[in-house]
């Protein structure tokens, strides 16, 4: 990694279980600041294994921080690692979940998913002319022939969304009929999602430019109290693809991979994900066909104008919608204070 990244990335990880899988990311993690939000039981003791450098917030540290606006920092699911996001003072972000170990390539080699995901980042998007060799700016590759030189430019990267090897990110009915199917095949390609397509962001590899997209990077209203869990990276993937396709930023998709370990429970995952599995066949037509206004100009008002647009569109299919919206806000000001260094109040 360029030693002058080193000091713009923050690793950002949730937990309800333990950091043991950090031992086997210490050559690549080692040299990085660490913000682990640790859900669940705030009297839990997390043990941080020695010689990372890591700042762990509980829940009441988030209540403690963020006082009456914790309201939008999710409970009792892995949307509570925004709060990572929102402590981070760093360029770029990479969040990782604690059941994801170092994966390797066909030819036996450790992947350094956090190097991979900076490259990624580093190097422009083509969301507008699909180039059919995959990513141009990936080592030994180009533009093919016939792609427009007045496109070739690209534009900024702000998504990388890495994949994973063994479990894949199936949602509980898929896992429920195929419970034994593992992901061992390594695809070696970077794709950037077209402009105006959606796709199914998931958290668990996942890097993103903080400074372009960061407030756009909310993952919902979920978990404890709420009537759905584990859409958290589903609905921040589709708000801020909407954000990307408007600022005309790129996301990039494919590798790094990670080897996600552990599969969680079919039945409980279907009992968080039940409403999510109707809800997205009307919340996706919604967001496939948002068109934000051009005084939007900032990432900031794009997501204002989009909450609107939630709580003006939304409340039909559930009154949820109309909190979801109201706590879209809260994330922004949170957001804005944060990054004034202003007491949150
Ligand atoms: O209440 C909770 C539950 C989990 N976490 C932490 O979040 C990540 C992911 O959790 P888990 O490993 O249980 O879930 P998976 O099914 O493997 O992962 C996918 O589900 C997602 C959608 O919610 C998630 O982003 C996907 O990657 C772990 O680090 C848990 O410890 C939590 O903090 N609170």
Same mark, same amino acid.
């Given at each position: 990694m360029a030693p002058d990244l080193l000091d713009q990335v923050d690793i950002v990880i949730p937990t309800i279980r333990s950091l043991d899988f950090l031992e086997q990311w210490r050559p690549f993690f080692e040299p990085y600041h660490l913000i682990v939000?640790?859900?669940?039981? !705030?009297d839990r003791q997390v043990s941080i294994p020695d010689g990372f450098d890591c700042d762990i917030y509980n829940r009441r540290d988030i209540e403690r921080i963020l006082g009456e606006k914790a309201s939008c920092i999710s409970y009792k699911d892995s949307a509570c690692r925004c709060f990572g996001f929102l402590m981070s003072r760093k360029r770029y972000v990479y969040t990782i979940d604690d059941d994801c170990f170092v994966a390797k390539s066909p030819d036996g080699k450790l992947i350094d998913a956090l190097h991979h995901h900076l490259r990624n980042l580093c190097t422009p998007s083509t !969301?507008?002319?699909?180039n059919t060799l995959y990513d141009p700016f990936a080592e030994g590759a180009d533009f093919v022939r016939g792609y427009p030189f007045s496109l070739r430019i690209g534009a900024p990267t702000a998504i990388s969304h890495g994949l994973w090897l063994n479990i894949p990110d199936y949602d509980a009915p898929t896992q429920m009929v195929k419970p034994l199917e593992k992901n061992t095949r390594y695809v070696d390609a970077v794709l950037t999602v077209p402009h105006g397509c959606l796709y199914p962001m998931c958290g668990m590899n996942m890097a993103f430019d903080r400074e372009i997209i960061g407030p756009a990077m909310w993952f919902g209203l979920m978990g404890e109290g709420q009537p759905l869990g584990r859409y958290d990276d589903m609905f921040a993937g589709w708000c801020s693809k909407v954000v990307c396709d408007h600022l005309g930023l790129g996301v990039k998709t494919g590798l790094p991979y990670v080897w996600h370990s552990k599969a969680s429970n079919p039945f409980v995952n279907l009992k968080k994900e039940y409403k999510g599995i109707f809800w997205q066949e009307e919340l996706i037509p919604f967001f496939q066909g948002v068109k934000l206004s051009p005084e939007s100009t900032t990432t900031e008002e794009c997501y204002l104008e989009l909450a609107q647009l939630v709580r003006e569109n939304l409340i039909g299919i559930d009154p949820y919608f109309g909190k979801v919206a109201d706590a879209m806000e809260t994330w922004i000001d949170a957001w804005r204070q944060m990054a004034n260094g202003e007491k949150i109040v």
């Open positions: 939000v640790q859900d669940g039981d !705030p !969301p507008f002319f699909f």
